[in-house]
């Protein structure tokens, strides 16, 4: 790293490339990146080129001796990276449409990191996550794989068990803004909490709020429930409310996405509504990213414009920028991340991934233990993380037969009769991006 | 037992007893039984009276000198007793047919041994059998508690934890008919095959197969779902059908009750439409009850009337005698029973319950190892452990928090505000029966 | 197996070999042997034919269709065989008596199962018992291997980790004399004890004993350690006396080779003054067995001598006649095996090899649970355990730093400098059996 | 703490005492102490006035607002007390000797930490440790406890197992002497290596050494043991030199006190030359101290002298004020500390006490996970810590048997035989200082 950090940055094209942007500009002293490399795909080119551009323009305004290099040759970005970042999405919005909509059919909750939805993205990802894994092997062995891509969860569990590359780590901005929120709750700066984290990710919980050292989750949950008080939420997630009642008892503050699980019933009921109203998540952000990248391409814009906070990514700067920056400057702080479990959730499989706390050190994040999960979320947790490594398998090996198991025992999928049609509805619908499940035409299904 | 062994059967008014009766009579060179204690409450006296009688006149028929007494005595039966068999149904099948009955209000389904109804069996249950253990400590320190009253599962978990008593087994007759339905099906006796069970009571799995020594698990799948096969089931589960890919990938024999997590929205389907037409099941239990009590009632009955059999405990009696006998005459033959886990399943706390085949010794059952859970169904039966433990912990607390975060976790309730409402609802339904939760009048919900 | 058993047994030559016959002639009823393949090599040819031609005169003498083959060709007796069982001896009586004499000039125990002798002779037995192995799976992939070969954990350890091999079971006659001892103690026969084993191979302890179901483990050592009292032990383990409270407060009966643990010191200076009077085991085993090879050769002899009782082997035939026939027969009895752990023990690796109660069915050996060690023997269980993964690692790999290791933390070694003194003359002594550590002549040591 | 931090010191009379005034003195901005209060008993008191005395001058010298309270009321002394730390010696030096002496009469080694020594430090520490608990919980129940009273681990389990509090710490100087001896071998600053540590007090390994988040433990290891280089120690385990073969291969760096255990012959016969020559530790040490507070008389001495850190416990002062310090700061900084495991060692209970690298936070120390222990030192870690847990439970009861039982499995002590001698032995010696075990005179020995 003696000429400067270089970042490679799968999915270059997104959106949300000048949040990232913005942030290694804003860390630059402390994190000289040098080469920042936004790799894409021929169908993200255009894309690729409008954000790559106004990328070139920030750093410009900025000042600093970063260079932004735009390719549609992942192996030129990952030569001799020292930070590869993905944030791509197979087949685009069009296929987290198809997985909002083809569940909603079944009276099934359709969304893009849950569900039968979550299921095909992962399908469509693992492996292309795997083959950038042995992409790294070969130009990059020493690089760190930070991975934003939904379902970072299932992705990470994938890496860990189908990968030879052991610097990887899932990241999601669920928890720092769930930190915020808490924070914001009781009135006082981040630094003067710690929350203890357990759980996967999309599926975290706070399991304990210390102020000045002082236990103080009861007091939080209690504000939270209180009257008119907005609680802790991504803003993706539209504010259904909690029972009051329940969530005192659960005595932690659960992570937005865990309403698919806790209140199925009012979500599905309320993404009906949307779907016919507004159209599906996919549909709203379909429109707010056309809108953004008509902004993008002013060529008088040289920030990242305000409207992106409103994409829902909000924190994504913060979490990758901070994470890179620790991991480089050996900084020993804590973050919450998605890593090999180790011991540090007891009754989770030592070699799974799990979201929890980390020591973050120049050789990788080191989970800090949190002992066995509360009883009340331990069966849920549990649920969920057998389903993402059949998830993984079934990614992987291209078995019918194992997304078949891995789509009945979902939670959110209400029996193996509509587990099979949604399975074969969306194998169809995203057979373009799943190859290994069409290995030898029209035989497997 | 120098005397012979004496037995008291604690809610022995059931139409079940003419099935035990039968079964102690044709083990009498085996067992020998001398007293048969039936006890029951005030509100069941008529009925103790009549099967009482019945199980007197089969006993004189067999011409064997056990003596039948009854009573509403407990303590009286329990003094000396040697075995402590429980087969009551707090709040009679009105309450049954409440827990079926007001979840379908929510569209939820209404089962007396899972979901809610479930959940308020064992709540009205648990508080019984850990009086009647308490009882036992002081009257029959050395006796055995076989529990058949359901959840047993849930049940057991409840002695085990919340009681002093160790000699405590947990007993249900499904394992004993998916032996024989698997047996059936290969044509062959049930002494040929060995299977493995695995999993707890009411969500249990035949893992593996033997015939000879050999496995043919997959054998006997391609078997039961091959077109026109009577899959194994338990008669009072409707067969829906399972989707043959995901039985045959699963490699395992599912006990029907699973149909319930796997085949949720057709089963409920079903008892809506069952509902409508000919009443849920505890009423078509309650007609067929007075059917048989009415041939109870004729005195020149003197043996188990065939009707009996089509009241839905098929190999009651041998499960039950079988268990006894094989204590009694330490005979180490292997059985299925709920017992201490003690690692029997890798995957579950190894101070919980879980139905797995253990040797029957004088010194009570010792689970065989079962290995991990395969990961196919670890997810949901870890879920339901948690749940039975929830469940254990607020019928022993009466507390209504515990009992709603119980509810809202169980994976058949679709929101925490159904779970509320159902809750509430149920609560108010058997008030009656459930005083640890109405300690201080109208305050506590 | 249709027209009868075959059994190869490896190592025939033994002296041992007329136990065996005797129990297959004893046992022909349940158990129709067909072929006994008695297998050594070149330099154990003259014993082979001494005994085989007593195996075939004891047959005749019983009148029982059973064909007794020599062979020196290991592969002919492999083929198509059903139960292969290993009783042989790398280095013969010659090998053993170094690793008795070795350590003694070290001060440490000398002994053929434990400390460093236990070390060398797994380390030159496991590379034949893989090999063996290798052989079994082309030439009779479904037969059982029943290993009889010492250290007989340590090579089910290596077996279960580095074999394809899955029908192995390790099997000891110690538990069996354990539980004739405790009957003996109780003036009880045999089946009206239940004993609970748990630990491993020559680190066993009888954890809890029942009489007819009631727990007299405490009455038991009582009685072991009243004054006059003969204690259970091996014959080949002097009896040196527990002392009284240790053993009381244990609750436990160990087997006599925990006194190489427990009495260090003891044994030591016993062994030290033995060698000087009367040599070491070794060197009395082979004056025994040179007589009874005297007693084999004459013609007349058709049955098993009485002298052979006294050479150490107490109920080798009844161990191994026992498991075979309940194999063959799916007798579903309990016997006390080496097998993989799978939960059994709760603080051993579930895939380590632990000598426990197992259940033995037509598929193999099931585990019974014994949940934790006690905390008194918990410790010194685990470290053997670890010696033996780590010995069987070296015995596969030939790497000097690992057998260096394992030599240094077996507990009965004093130091690491006396751990590679030891290492050092042992392996130039045995250096003909260890081709793994001498790969390139004169480079690795 | 609005009026500054209050510090209790049990066992004020210390020599270490300047130690820790000099760490409080030289941290004052970040760590406001205003009282510290000096706890010694009736028998200490002339040395408490001298050290006290020393501690005012210091103080005084330093021109810091810091109170120093001498006292022999230990309730004062504690009474709203934020920090307790506790440096006793119950026998002080006398009893030393004799754990020291009389294990060598039996051939044994005669240590403060190991062996019967260590056993019987323990029985005569935990009782007054568990005292000082009691007396917390009523007079400062959010003070924390910092023990660095020897045997640390065996303390901290016992206040883990057997008190009501949960803010205790063990603390040794032993894992920061190991990382400034790693850093001083290559040649960097302590700040720019991380060292995972494992294990347990004074069985501590530095298992992974990174340099700039480089794996170089191999490095390190080389370096240790070429020739002519200082290995790392403590002052006070003389330079005995592993075997470099084994410690190349254990691939980590053990704490020198392992030296007991892997050379025990070698430092059993240094121990017994110097008990001749110039008498045991606790004789040269008792000489030291004379000498140290015939210095600390000088009223003219206001500065830590030289000679302390001579006395073997160097950076004594570090461990305890940093500790301190960043508990009261919140400094989540990463500490290698004695803390209920919870998950952090794989292979140790869950509930017992482990030495591993801990993030300190205002809440207390939160582990960081380590996995399994490595198979080389895995056994021995189990062993020592079962036997931790047995001379606990020992400590508590004042039980004879289970006293034996826990000195027969220390795995330095060669015999059952030898075990009891010397428990009778030690007892009688320590007779004054266990009244746990001579609750009715002349009864329970």
Redesign the interface.
């Known amino acids: 790293m003696q000429r400067g950090i270089k970042i490679a940055t799968i999915g270059g094209g997104s959106s949300y490339t000048p949040e990232l942007i913005e942030g290694f500009i804003k860390r630059f002293d402390e994190l000289p990146v040098r080469e920042i490399w936004l790799v894409d795909i021929e169908e993200g080119k255009e894309k690729l080129h409008i954000v790559g551009n106004l990328a070139k323009r920030m750093v410009k305004k900025a000042n600093l001796p970063i260079e932004i290099h735009l390719t549609l040759n992942r192996e030129e970005a990952l030569k001799n990276a020292d930070f590869v970042t993905t944030q791509f999405r197979v087949g685009q919005l069009e296929a987290r449409e198809k997985d909002e909509k083809i569940p909603l059919k079944y009276?099934t909750i359709g969304q893009e990191t849950n569900g039968p939805g979550g299921l095909f993205k992962g399908l469509r990802t693992i492996p292309v996550i795997l083959d950038i894994c042995k992409d790294m092997e070969r130009l990059c062995p020493d690089a760190w794989l930070i991975n934003f891509t939904n379902p970072s969860g299932m992705v990470t569990e994938a890496v860990l068990r189908y990968s030879k590359i052991k610097k990887v780590v899932g990241l999601c901005n669920g928890p720092y803004g769930i930190q915020r929120g808490i924070a914001d709750i009781l009135g006082v700066d981040m630094k003067e909490i710690?929350v203890e984290f357990t759980g996967l990710n999309h599926m975290i919980f706070a399991k304990t709020i210390?102020l000045?050292?002082?236990?103080v989750t009861e007091e939080v949950l209690e504000k939270m429930t209180a009257p008119g008080t907005d609680t802790v939420s991504l803003k993706n997630i539209q504010d259904l409310g909690?029972?009051p009642?329940?969530l005192?008892?659960?005595n932690m503050v659960p992570i937005g996405y865990l309403r698919y699980y806790?209140?199925?019933?009012?979500m599905l009921a309320e993404q009906l509504l949307a779907a016919e109203k507004e159209g599906t998540r996919a549909q709203v952000v379909q429109k707010v990213e056309r809108e953004l990248f008509e902004l993008y391409k002013n060529d008088n814009l040289d920030i990242k414009p305000k409207q992106l906070e409103q994409r829902g990514g909000a924190f994504y700067s913060e979490a990758a920028c901070n994470l890179i920056s620790s991991?480089y400057n050996?900084k020993?702080?804590?973050q919450t991340v998605n890593t090999k479990n180790?011991?540090?959730?007891?009754?989770i499989d030592?070699d799974s991934a799990v979201e929890v706390?980390c020591?973050i050190?120049?050789?990788g994040p080191?989970?800090?233990?949190?002992?066995e999960l509360p009883?009340?979320?331990?069966?849920?947790v549990?649920?969920?993380?057998?389903?993402e490594?059949?998830a993984a398998?079934a990614a992987v090996t291209g078995d019918?037969?194992?997304a078949?198991?891995a789509m009945?025992?979902n939670?959110l999928v209400?029996?193996?009769?509509?587990?099979?049609q949604m399975l074969d509805e969306l194998l169809e619908a995203h057979k373009a991006y799943l190859p290994q499940f069409f290995k030898t035409e029209g035989v497997n299904v």
Do not use: C
């Open positions: 009276q710690y210390y000045h050292g002082k236990d909690w029972e009642e329940f005192r008892t659960l806790y209140q199925t019933s009012k991991i050996d020993r702080d804590i180790n011991g540090a959730i007891l009754d030592r706390n020591v050190t120049k050789h080191i989970p800090l233990v949190t002992g009883l009340e979320i331990k069966g849920l549990q649920q969920i993380k057998t389903f490594q059949m398998k019918y037969n194992t078949l198991v009945t025992i939670p209400s029996s193996d009769t509509e587990a099979k």
